[in-house]
């Protein structure tokens, strides 16, 4: 996707349009597994003299409190990042050793806020579901089958 096509979806969400930003966006966009805040700093550094890791964490919050990027967390409790190209409803399985991520489409947790809700009169407005693991692939090798 452009440079344009991010540019209108910072703008769509209240957020200028800078160029650390834009970076930030590419450089998830460039990978196929979520990063940790410093990863993307390791990667944006050489690309602007001042760049802390403060603002690293600041551009990851706000996009992803924008619904720009996904956090992704890790049975340690760290905390990574992700952009998931799929904008449908979704939930994400996490192979913790390879660290793929793969779409989970189907979701139950609807019908369980839904239930909530009507048994308590209360107003569920979003859901996250995460599920972490080791994938197929990763178990085999586990296995020492490949």
């Not at 602007?48 to 690293?56: A, D, N, R, V």
């Not at 660290?99 to 308590?120: L, Q």
Request: proline share 3%.
């Amino acid at each position: 996707m452009s440079k344009q096509h991010w540019s209108d979806i910072l703008r769509k969400n209240n957020l200028k349009v800078t160029p650390k930003r834009l970076e930030v966006i590419s450089c998830l966009v460039s990978e196929t597994s979520f990063l940790s805040a410093d990863e993307v700093w390791q990667h944006l550094k050489p690309k602007f003299k001042s760049l802390g890791l403060p603002t690293i964490y600041r551009i990851l919050d706000e996009l992803s409190a924008a619904g720009v990027i996904s956090r992704i967390f890790t049975s340690d409790h760290k905390q990574f990042y992700f952009l998931c190209p799929n904008q449908s409803h979704h939930h994400h399985f996490i192979c913790e050793s390879c660290r793929t991520v793969v779409d989970i489409e189907r979701c139950g947790i609807t019908e369980i806020g839904d239930d909530f809700a009507e048994s308590t009169g209360a107003r569920v407005t979003s859901h996250i579901l995460q599920v972490n693991g080791v994938c197929a692939k990763c178990c085999l090798l586990e296995r020492g089958s490949v």
